[in-house]
């Protein structure tokens, strides 16, 4: 069983600066992880994705985003990162890291809690 620790969320303000890690973790052997992905909620509205990034790094992002915010990842430690730069308060949201994770002989898609993250004016 694959659980996703994410840290890194709270409060900033406008302009500021903050870095989401989602780390994966098993029970048994995780044989890869594909896409490794970013989405945000908040209250009324719907979860939208905001970055992704492949197994070979190759990353996406939403629109909205414009360019203030860059996804990565590390194989190595089943890790992805969000480095959130010149935040707005329109970016207060819930974050969730998202995957599909091969482990125990299934692909199968994985959420993490979620972090908040805060953004003042």
């Known amino acids: 069983q694959v659980q996703l620790v994410e840290s890194g969320g709270g409060m900033v303000q406008a302009g500021g600066s903050l870095r989401l890690s989602c780390a994966a973790s098993?029970?048994?052997?995780?044989?890869?992880?594909?896409?490794m992905r970013w989405y945000r909620q908040s209250p009324g509205n719907e979860r939208d994705m905001v970055a992704s990034?492949?197994?070979?790094?190759?990353?996406k992002y939403a629109d909205s985003i414009e360019g203030r915010f860059t996804i990565s990842r590390d194989n190595a430690k089943n890790t992805v990162y969000l480095q959130m730069n010149n935040l707005k308060p329109e970016d207060t949201a819930v974050y969730y890291c998202?995957?599909?994770?091969?482990?125990?002989?299934?692909?199968?898609?994985?959420w993490g809690q979620g972090t908040r993250v805060t953004v003042s004016s």
């Open positions: 098993a029970s048994g052997s995780i044989f890869s992880i594909n896409d």
């Open positions: 998202n995957s599909d994770i091969y482990s125990r002989g299934w692909l199968k898609n994985y």
């Open positions: 990034i492949s197994s070979v790094h190759n990353t």
